[in-house]
Nanobody, 128 residues
């Protein structure tokens, strides 16, 4: 059974940092991409960043470029999202999701289309 479990959320002050983890289990190969999405109250879900497990190609939303870094550890089947210089507008529930991805090119996560496996989400709150 394919499963994704997020961890690492919490409360942080503006300008602070958090690292989210997404642990994947049940995948029988590395031919997939992991995306991070977030949804704030009253807003639509938006793609934040994604990474191909083969090759490590990455994509970022403009709103997080230069502040967030996505990385992977294939041996642990885990993807990380390092979030620095956090802003109140980063407050949301963060979800990781997986989709089949048989390519080493840059994955897409501007929409959730194609992402079929989802974690339960972890809350990130940026507030003083």
């Amino acid at each position: 059974q394919l499963q994704l479990v997020e961890s690492g959320g919490g409360l942080v002050q503006p300008g602070g940092s958090l690292r989210l983890s997404c642990a994947a289990s049940g995948f029988t190969s590395d031919y997939y991409a992991i995306g991070w999405f977030r949804q704030a109250p009253g807003k639509e879900r938006e793609g934040v960043s994604c990474i191909s497990m083969i090759g490590g190609s990455t994509s970022y939303a403009d709103s997080v470029k230069g502040r967030f870094t996505i990385s992977r550890d294939n041996a642990k089947n885990t993807v990380y999202l390092q979030m620095n210089s956090l802003k109140p507008e980063d407050t949301a529930v963060y979800y990781c999701a997986a989709r089949p991805w048989r390519a080493t090119v840059q994955p897409t996560c501007d929409t959730s289309r194609g992402y079929v496996y989802w974690g339960q989400g972890t809350q990130v709150t940026v507030s003083s």
